[in-house]
């Protein structure tokens, strides 16, 4: 039988290249509670920690959101926040970040470390499902075209249901990100490799690639996928 190939939340093929860009430009520059968040998370949930983004996913983030200016986000999916508190770190002092997660206690594992980062008034949680919440924001009729940047690393059967409503809140020109879109690596498997993907990842793959060829197709939007963590698709609203 075919060994299962090791998989890690990098795409990148090479162990060692990757170690340079964590050593030499990632590790250097993390925010000291960022850092702390990632030690809490493995200590509390080691088998899940891999859920939060990848360092260098996290700092190109940052740097978007300082370059686009952006004031008013959203993000899908916070787990234990080291995506959130990046963003709360990376926005203006008048910044405002929407939060959703179905999961309260993960968040409030990560809470401390918003705390003490001294960011957590930028944040609002809503603990439910991405779907429910998002469409009691739209009712509102209040923040229609309102947000500059969207993060989208939530249940990925959902990411198209979530794809249509964040068009009706990000304005134009705004950014959608969604996270794991190359999926380990996985949308490039072929069924003639020695090695198999490993069950719990070729569950989601068939949904990761119809997402793909859907964003590709959309002329709502114009879309790129960037190889950093296991892919990160960033979609700018056209109309």
């Known amino acids: 039988m075919a060994k299962e190939k090791k998989v890690g939340k990098s795409i990148l093929q090479s162990d060692a290249l990757l170690e340079y860009i ?130 989208v690393d939530a249940d990925k059967e959902n990411y198209v249901k979530y794809h249509e409503k964040l068009l009706k809140l990000v304005k134009i020109g705004g950014l959608i990100a969604y996270d794991n879109t190359l999926w380990f690596g996985s949308v490039a498997h072929s069924e003639k490799d020695p090695y198999p993907i490993p069950k719990w990842i070729r569950i989601h793959q068939p949904t990761l690639l119809k997402f793909n060829e859907f964003l590709a197709n959309d002329t709502r939007v114009e879309s790129t996928i960037l190889s950093l963590g296991d892919g990160l698709t960033l979609c700018r609203r056209l109309k």
């Open 22 to 151: 964590l050593k030499t430009s990632a590790y250097p520059k993390e925010h000291e509670q960022l850092a702390e968040i990632r030690k809490v998370t493995v200590q509390k949930y080691p088998f899940l920690c891999i859920m939060n983004v990848s360092i260098d996913e996290a700092q190109f983030i940052s740097l978007l959101l300082k370059l686009m200016n952006a004031k008013k986000t959203i993000e899908l999916g916070v787990f234990t926040g080291y995506s959130l508190l990046t963003t709360a770190l990376a926005l203006p002092e008048d910044g405002k970040i929407t939060s959703i997660d179905i999961d309260k206690e993960a968040y409030e594992c990560g809470l401390p470390c918003i705390k003490k980062a001294g960011v957590e008034y930028k944040i609002n949680f809503i603990q439910s499902d991405g779907i429910t919440a998002l469409n009691s924001i739209i009712d509102n009729g209040k923040e229609g075209g309102s947000y500059d940047f969207a993060f």
